[in-house]
């Protein structure tokens, strides 16, 4: 993967496609760009699409030293305007959700349309931050890898995990979670967890880009009352729920995921050029 220098971190991308419009996936945490590979497989013959590694993860550079969760929002910042001279239909699950819903505040010239997938606008609720410290604590001295048992449920539905032709996915992310560099992932982790809210901001904004909300069923980490919480704040928002689907909806129901965004993207275009 070819790496750009954002804010003096290297940050790991694909860049593919073909189109007069860009498309911008964001993955979340413990994740990778990889998660969005279905998505950017149906929509690279009609858009130019660009995935990321946050700082920590994939193939990007660790973390070295604490940071927030504007420092993501920085991060995606730089490579969009590193890499496109055009405002981008920016497209974030749980993390990545946070951090578009930070550009659009900070700097909407960058976001043509807004995809939310499997995210929240809100901060973390304390009884949830309460298990998520105890588990960083864990992940600071332990790692990932012990902690799989435990990971797994919360980021992806039952389904999923138990379908025996899944098996060669579940491996593969488990595989991809279980490397992940133990400090980065705690400093990662305190980020997030910490997030600000941002709801009523959103609420606030007379003209936000188009937005579309998409949240998998069984979706523990954020559920669909989150999301809903988001349709109805944000202005013109539309949501879409996914069947079957935990918080990794994209990688749980790939096809599904994909054609709720192939439709809401055409209907951009459509509205574009009537």
């Known amino acids: 993967m070819p790496h750009l220098n954002a804010n003096g971190r290297q940050v790991a991308y694909t860049d593919t496609g073909k189109g007069p419009e860009t498309i911008v996936f964001s993955h979340g945490y413990l994740m990778n760009s990889r998660m969005f590979d279905h998505q950017i497989s149906a929509l690279k013959d009609r858009y130019r699409v660009i995935a990321f590694d946050h700082r920590g993860h994939g193939q990007s550079a660790p973390c070295r030293a604490p940071f927030g969760i504007y420092d993501l929002v920085d991060d995606a910042e730089a490579l969009i305007r590193g890499l496109t001279d055009q405002p981008v239909h920016f497209a974030g699950m749980s993390t990545g959700g946070f951090v578009g819903l930070r550009l659009v505040l900070r700097s909407p010239e960058l976001i043509r349309s807004l995809t939310l997938i499997d995210t929240a606008a809100g901060a973390e609720d ?59 992932i705690h400093r ?3 980020a997030i967890f910490s997030r600000d809210d941002v709801l009523a901001d959103m609420a606030a904004l007379e003209n936000p880009p188009p937005t579309q909300i998409i949240v998998g069923a069984d979706d523990i980490a954020t559920p669909v009352a989150k999301s809903q919480a988001m349709e109805a704040a944000i202005k013109g928002a539309q949501m879409t729920i996914i069947p079957d689907a935990g918080h990794t909806s994209p990688i749980e129901q790939p096809e599904l995921v994909t054609a709720a965004m192939t439709r809401f993207l055409e209907a951009q275009r459509a509205a574009e050029s009537a």
């Open 188 to 190: 990662f982790g305190k």
């Open 126 to 184: 304390p009884a949830a931050l309460k298990q998520y410290n105890q588990l960083l604590f864990a992940v600071r001295w332990l790692g990932v890898r012990p902690l799989m048992g435990k990971v797994m449920p919360i980021l992806m539905a039952q389904p999923f995990l138990t379908d025996p032709d899944k098996r060669a996915d579940v491996a593969f992310w488990r595989a991809e979670m279980s490397a992940l560099d133990k400090r980065s």
